[in-house]
């Protein structure tokens, strides 16, 4: 009988979890985690910020049952050191369980910037349930936030915030709003909108400090001399992965744990999935993290397999992320940045926050960036993760974006069908 | 028996007897911007292709749910989602490399097609039978989920 | 006898040999019918809407009775209409 | 409900757009679309304005239940006074573009006064802008489509527009929308371009849901749609051969005007019909017809979408690409007025003129038809290639409807002379009895000496020659629903009032009245009965038909038309026919109007009198 062991229960552990129940009905499957709260979902935290959900509306799985019907054993614990060599790894408990197939999906943790002041009360991160409680506690109708960063999680969290009837106040290093994710003019176009919307935007901007206050709980003191009042600073200000435990195992690493197309990490038997993990990304062929959840449950089902004995190779993650700033949705995809020596085309409505950009690499498409446009918007993943050679639908689409179904359909359903 | 739509181009007409038929029977509304099937028209070559949600295989919708809100009917095989479950976070829209789960602004929640419960207001409304509701043995669907699954991120076994 | 029969539409696929754009020259018995000529044609009676006898109408209940005489065109059509 | 109870008022002169709510007690009493739109109208302005003045006004109207799931809820109409005959207009389209405007939220668009300078209406949902529209003035209906599509970046928005030769006056201009659906007679489309309006451009999302009785609603849509699927008609003849299957029909019986109705009967009928379009070419072994095609929702779908043969001279040369596509293909008026009133039997010219007409929006039927009248005065000498700028107008000059066509839909040369129509053409070159004319609009398809109610339904009709507003060809010709001798004048004027009042009523819902081959009122009623608030009884239908008509004649009686108007061209009433089995036969006119009169309830000189006035509360 294999023993499975899932460190991290995350989307991607519990998914591995379930897999490795449903591919090998014999082997005993333990799912660690170190929140007290039963798996959930990082990505609902926003909209119990806002109470759209409650907690429960976090959990990855409603049912009380869930884990226990399938013979999956959860332990609440910390992981403290894994002895590759010997199979075993030990909890903080106290205890020590052999393994014999580790995967490890323990994901990131918010970084906190090098900034005075950046452990005072009323600063946070924003990233456990935990944290939302705090959040949740400070940041009531009329509050003065900050929140120091306008990345994705940022702009998730913003969404969160400004909802919550806060003057809020957004500070970014970058020259736009989500600067990893959309191009100058979609992020210009975000910033616009949310400042339509009350929220004031300060690109290019940097916190030198932050100190307690006379007037508010919190000063926040920016590079250019400014100072804004506050009650809660809430920073988002990027993230590391969650590897320290395997200090002395040897995994080879960059900025995650890299592993090949079978989703091991260099050390045999360990495995790795999500956003701890460096991994085959579709687009470049090269290795990266992709912190999003489609990796995250696709990473955590194929390490499952392959761990289950049913090699099962990885064709790459696709970087894509879907966005909400305060009711205006943007979604980039795969290469938006584009390639040396391809083709691109622009679609820009600024007066209605529209936007469309497609890159092209030959006849394929390669990447996309999408404002305001909010349906069919998947298909962007069909046409470039299908790699789908778009012969004369790409003339087509540089005359006019929009047709990405038409272009679909021609090239593939219809094709099929007739 | 295990049944699924069939959809056959050459038969449209182009009516958008379906779309309407689809936001009725899901939102009480006949309304062609808020249905789950959809005709493209492809005007110059005469041509119009309904088009929806294949309750394909790798259900990428499901897996890319953080919530568990899209869940496989058993009895149907449809990926349906649960209203009261969806946070609106639009995961799945962008996961679907087919393009059929959409966002509604309305509801704050996604849509998509869960084939009614096991009777299609689409395929009753079409007046040509260019939407059929049919048993999933039938050629179409096993072409369609054999394209889905060369573009699995995941490769088969 | 030699009539002409002219058969539109649908009717179409019951055309003898030799039609050009639906009109063809027909061989019948001479004193056949109007439903003689159909039954001869092979088209099946309950698709015959409207019968033009030279450009005339010819009622359903006169079709037995109306008979046809050499070079008559006898045109037919399913259920049409249009404009 | 099913109204949305929304009008947009667009004043054009000062640039503003302006929401009110629909007259609800005029809705009781009109309906929807063509009827309650001529209430406005009729209330409106004064009958006597220059059409062409900004004291006109110009609706789009749609009906209670256009939009909804009911089938062929595709229809719109454009409601004016016409230019072209002075008398009321209500031109009715399919597409999507009717539908969008009620997804949108809207029952109707008033129009009034004058833009300064072109523009156009975008309206999404409750958000109404007036655009410049400088950079599309000139420009084709195919042209503007695309440059709109392409300045919003929707590939869902409908639009609506007209071509250079609405601008330039011509008097029979069409709307056309949806790129080859047209609000095509009365020149509608030439009061557009008069307002310096140039397109209407509309997205709409709100959806259609304010249904009185949804489940009873649905019930009787799909008991009306199964009868639809039930008719031979309506199931398999329309959409196999469209209305072209009439081409063969009309010509056989002898009732197919020719050469500007100087014959009755064309020898190149068969070649232009109908069942030629399915037949494959020569060049590339593909027929003219691509396939059948519905209006929005549309389960009869018997549009037509067709290409030209790619060997045809309308092909050769640069700058033809937008017309190798597939586009809206042949009706029966247009293959006819394009063919056979022309005597040009060359199908691919025919498709191409109609893909002009479609493209600069003109009305084909009043464009063919003119340039069969002017054929005619070509003919006899009195027009030369001096005045056409040289083009040899015989009949059956398949180049010269080309080039025609190109000049008119472009307000160019001879083309702005064919562009006044054939009345004031013929009136011009001192032959006014050859026009083939009733108030100024050409005639459609149909011979009225061949079919006598045809005669009546012409000089009767509100909107001028017209066969839409009571074709009496279903039952003189294809025994819908019963067959009448199309020869004889008895009973006609009967007839020709039922279907005048029918038809009111079925333009005023929303829906197509192509259904009547298979429904009846009865039909009809149960949709409007669970759709819309209000007493919906069939009689209260009958009654609202004839509300509506007799609106509209007194709108036309106000506006100065009289009984004189109320009559046919000499050549239908003196110049026997000369083939067929109408051979010796003249349209007997002077025997069916009277009793029109009397049975309307109208004075000898075709006047309302105060009793029926009351009645109706007209």
Known sequence: MNRYVIVGAGPAGVIAAETLRDTDPAGDVTLIGDEPERPYSRMAIPYLLIGKIGEEGTHLRKAQTHYDSRGIRVLRDRVERVDAGARRLFLASGGAMDYDRLLVCTGSRPLRPPVPGIDLPGVHTCWTLDDARHIAARAAPGARVVLVGAGFVGCIVLEALALRGVHLTVLEMGDRMVPRMMNPTAGGLIKRWCEGRGVRVLTSTRVAAIRAGAAAPLQVVLDGGEVLDADLVVSAAGVAPNVEFLQGCGIDRERGLLIDHHLQTSVPGIYAAGDVAQGRDFSTGGLEVHAIQPTASEHGRIAALNMAGVPTEYRGSFNMNVLDTLGLISSSFGLWMGVPGGESVEMVDAERFRYLQLQFDGERMVGATAVGLTQHVGVLRGLIQGGVRLGPWKAQLLRDPLRLMEAWLARNFTAQAA | ?157 | MRVTVKLYATLGAWLPPGAVRNVAPFELPDGSSVAEAIERLGVPPGQVHLVLVNGQFVAPEARAGRRLAADDALALWPPVAGG | ?618
Not at chain 4, 17 to 38: F, H, I, K, V
Not at chain 4, 294 to 320: Q, V
Not at chain 4, 324 to 336: F, I, N, P, R, T
């Open chain 2, 1 to 157: 028996m295990l049944r699924s739509l069939h959809i056959d181009p050459q038969k449209c007409t182009g009516c958008l007897q379906c779309e309407m038929a689809c936001s009725y029977e899901n939102e009480k509304v006949f309304n062609p911007a808020k249905s789950r099937i959809k005709v493209f028209n492809f005007h110059d070559e005469g041509r119009f292709v309904p088009y929806t949600c294949t309750q394909c295989a790798e259900a990428w919708c499901l897996h890319a749910c953080p919530v568990e809100a899209i869940t496989k009917n058993k009895l149907t095989g449809a990926m349906e989602v649960a209203d009261s479950v969806c946070v609106g976070c639009k995961v799945c829209t962008i996961a679907c490399p087919f393009g059929t789960v959409n966002y509604n602004e309305t509801t704050g929640k996604v849509i998509k097609c869960d084939l009614c419960g096991g009777d299609p207001a689409c395929a009753k409304a079409c007046p040509t039978a260019a939407i059929t509701y049919v048993d999933a043995n039938f050629t179409g669907l096993e072409r369609m989920r054999a394209w889905a699954a060369k573009t699995s991120a995941g490769a088969r076994a």
């Open chain 4, 1 to 618: 409900m099913a109204w949305t109870r929304k009008i947009l008022r667009v004043n054009l002169t000062q640039g503003t757009c302006t929401p009110e709510a629909l007259n609800m007690a005029w809705a009781r009493d009109y309906l929807g679309q063509r009827g309650l739109a001529s209430k406005y109208l009729a209330e409106e302005i004064d009958p006597r304005v220059d059409a062409l003045s900004p004291d006109n006004k110009m609706i789009m109207t749609t009906g209670p239940l256009t939009g909804t799931a009911a089938s062929t809820s595709s229809r719109y109409s454009i409601v004016t006074k016409s230019p072209l005959t002075g008398a009321i207009a209500c031109s009715n389209s399919g597409g999507f573009f009717g539908a969008e405007l009620k997804n949108a939220g809207w029952d109707m668009i008033i129009f009034e006064g004058r833009a300064p300078a072109p523009v156009y209406l975008f309206l999404h949902n409750d958000r109404a802008e007036l655009l410049s529209a400088e950079a599309i003035w000139g420009r084709s209906v195919w042209e503007t489509d695309h440059w709109i599509h392409q300045r919003h970046q929707d590939p869902q928005i409908r639009v609506a527009a007209i071509g250079a030769g609405a601008e330039k006056g011509v008097l029979f201009a069409a709307v056309v929308n949806d790129l080859h659906r047209a609000a095509g007679r009365s020149g509608v489309g030439t009061v557009m371009g008069s307002k310096n309006l140039k397109a209407v451009a509309i997205r709409g999302e709100l959806g259609v849901g304010n249904i009185r009785d949804p489940e009873g609603f649905m019930k009787a849509v799909v008991d009306a749609k199964a009868v639809l699927a039930g008719n031979a008609v309506t199931s398999a003849g329309l959409p196999t051969y469209g209305t072209q299957v009439l081409m063969n029909v009309i010509n056989e019986m002898g009732a197919m005007p020719t050469r500007n109705w100087r014959e009755i009967q064309f020898e190149g009928a068969s070649a232009i019909s109908g069942e030629a379009m399915h037949e494959p070419r020569a060049s590339d072994c593909k027929p003219n017809l691509v396939r059948n095609a519905a209006c929005f929702g549309c389960t009869i779908a018997c549009g037509r979408i067709s290409t030209i043969d790619p060997s045809h001279f309308t092909l050769r040369g640069e700058g033809r690409d937008r017309y190798k596509v597939a586009s809206g293909g042949l009706e029966y008026e247009a293959a006819w007025a394009l063919g056979s009133d022309t005597g040009v039997s060359d199908i691919d010219a025919l498709t191409y003129a109609n893909f002009i007409c479609n493209e600069h929006g003109l009305d084909p039927i009043s464009f063919g038809a003119t340039v069969a009248a002017a054929m005619e005065l070509y003919t006899m000498g009195v027009l030369t290639q001096a005045h056409t700028g040289g083009i040899a107008l015989d009949f059956g000059n398949a180049e010269a409807l080309c080039t025609l066509a190109e000049l008119t839909g472009r307000g160019e040369g001879f083309g702005l002379e064919i562009g006044l129509g054939s009345k004031r053409l013929c009136a011009r070159y001192g032959h006014p009895e050859l026009s083939m004319t009733v108030k100024g609009q050409e005639f459609p398809a149909y011979d009225a000496r061949a079919i006598k109610g045809m005669g009546l339904t012409y000089a009767t009709s509100n909107r001028g020659a017209c066969h839409l507003r009571s074709y009496t060809v279903a039952s003189e010709v294809l025994g819908i629903p019963v067959k009448t001798d199309p020869l004889a004048t008895e009973g006609k004027a009967e007839l020709v009032k039922a279907f005048q009042d029918a038809t009111a009523v079925v333009d005023s819902t929303g829906l197509c009245v192509f259904t009547t081959f298979a429904w009846t009122l009865a039909d009809i009623q149960p949709q409007v009965a669970a759709a819309c608030e209000g007493d919906w009884s069939m009689e209260k239908l009958a009654e609202v038909g004839e509300r509506i008509w007799n609106l509209e004649r007194q709108f036309n009686l106000d506006a100065g038309l009289t009984a004189a108007d109320d009559t046919l061209p000499p050549r239908l009433l003196k110049e026997p026919a000369n083939t067929g089995p109408a051979k010796g036969h003249v349209n007997e006119l002077d025997q069916m109007l009277p009793e029109y009169y009397r049975i309307r309830g109208w004075t000898e000189d075709g006047r309302l009198k105060p009793d029926l006035r009351e009645r109706l509360g007209v």
